[in-house]
């Protein structure tokens, strides 16, 4: 049974603190998805990859976050420093070929930074 | 960028009644995806309707959509307690955008 893993599940820290979430996309799929939720803004988009490539980052606060693909089996979203502002459930969502198919979702990090 | 935009925000109904969500979207589309969340879970793909499709059902789900309108709803026929979740559909060419959901609580 296929599934995109994500950790860790949970992470308390400390504003200022690194954070750096990980994620393992499906076997064989070539796009991936770092995802946002919070009760305010909904679900945004923060990055996406295909063949490891960024695609498109605008979602992302580029002077703290950081999201890479070292290999096609594990993807990366690093916040440094973190802040309050930052806590939320991150999500890592992967899919094949096409980019507007279907998107598989992780459980989600949830981030609390105090 | 494209987003999608559910109606209603939330909907409470009954154990055996039907649900019905809408989307509004604004602009040209592939396709339109309805995902389903569990409270603390990720995100469940539920279906996906292709631009020339109007309408496609999947177990107890039919979903609509009128491309003239910018619009597709999710249907849920004889809804359970089991149903209880918030609904996404999300959009996109280039990437895909999800709204901020309806929040379906079905009361046993």
């Known amino acids: ?114 | 960028s494209q987003q999608g935009e559910e109606d209603p925000q939330a909907l409470s109904i009954q154990e055996g009644e039907n649900a019905t969500m809408n989307c509004s979207y604004k602009t040209s589309i592939n396709n339109l995806q309805w995902y389903r969340q569990n409270s603390g879970r990720g995100l469940v793909h539920l279906i996906l309707i292709r631009s020339n499709e109007r309408e496609k059902h999947s177990g107890r789900l039919r979903v609509t959509l009128d491309t003239s309108k910018k619009s597709s709803s999710l249907l849920i026929t004889a809804s359970r307690a089991a149903d209880t979740a918030s609904y996404f559909c999300a959009t996109g060419n280039n990437d895909m955008r999800f709204g901020a959901g309806t929040r379906l609580t079905v009361k046993p």
């Open chain 1, 1 to 114: 049974d296929a599934r995109v893993t994500q950790t860790p599940r949970d992470k308390v820290t400390e504003m200022g603190q690194e954070v750096t979430m990980r994620c393992q996309p499906i076997l064989g799929h070539n796009t991936v998805f770092w995802y946002r939720q919070t009760m305010m803004q909904g679900l945004e988009l923060l990055a996406y990859f295909r063949n490891r490539a960024p695609l498109d980052d605008s979602g992302m606060p580029k002077d703290r976050f950081s999201a890479e693909m070292p290999d096609a089996t594990l993807a990366t979203l690093k916040i440094q420093p973190s802040e309050p502002r930052d806590s939320a459930v991150y999500f890592c969502a992967s899919g094949l070929v096409q980019i507007q198919e279907t998107q598989y979702f992780g459980p989600g990090t949830r981030l609390l930074v105090l």
